[in-house]
């Protein structure tokens, strides 16, 4: 390196190191931080707490059948995941075989291992070009449709926050389980 090039980065490199000072200096004094985003109210946070456990814990008030279900999966589910679960661009919901061949469908009926689970996931990602917009009854109401369309439930079984924890899925036994008392 020439005599020069030294010369010439010594000025870059202390301007460098006085912009990173006035820098600092300047977000340390900003009493409130740098006035990203806005505070959350307990309301917002209360909004944003809709975990569901396997034990039914986190399930809200409401309640569905099946026989309400079609009418809203065939509006807001089939076009991606098929009717009656099955044919769509997305995955299979009904039906499946085995879990035990090199690619088995996992399905609700097959699967998934809480009735819970299903109730958290479609109320908080579908439909996926407008997750979250389902009223609770309607996600009860979806729910019961997919665990009637996987022969687990009746067509006018209401699901609520009461029995649909009470529904035994076939592989809830598959999975190991993380939660207390799960059985």
Request: proline share 9%.
């Amino acid at each position: 390196m020439s005599m020069r090039d030294t010369a010439l980065r010594r000025p870059l490199a202390v301007t460098a190191v006085l912009g990173w000072i006035a820098l600092t200096a300047a977000v340390a004094a900003a009493p409130e931080g740098p006035k990203l985003g806005k505070p959350l109210s307990p309301a917002d946070i209360a909004a944003m707490d809709i975990n569901v456990f396997p034990d039914g814990s986190g399930l809200p008030s409401g309640k569905g059948t099946a026989l309400e279900g079609k009418a809203i999966y065939d509006a807001q589910c089939a076009a991606c995941h098929g009717p009656k679960g099955t044919g769509g661009s997305a995955g299979e919901l009904a039906g499946g075989s085995a879990l035990d061949g090199p690619h088995p469908d996992q399905t609700v009926g097959n699967y998934w291992p809480y009735a819970t689970t299903i109730f958290d996931f479609v109320r908080r990602s579908m439909p996926l070009n407008a997750p979250r917009s389902l009223s609770d009854d309607q996600v009860y109401a979806v729910t019961a449709y997919l665990l009637n369309i996987n022969a687990l439930i009746g067509e006018t079984a209401e699901m609520n926050a009461k029995t649909l924890p009470e529904v035994h899925l076939p592989n809830r036994e598959g999975f190991v389980r993380i939660w207390p008392n799960s059985h």
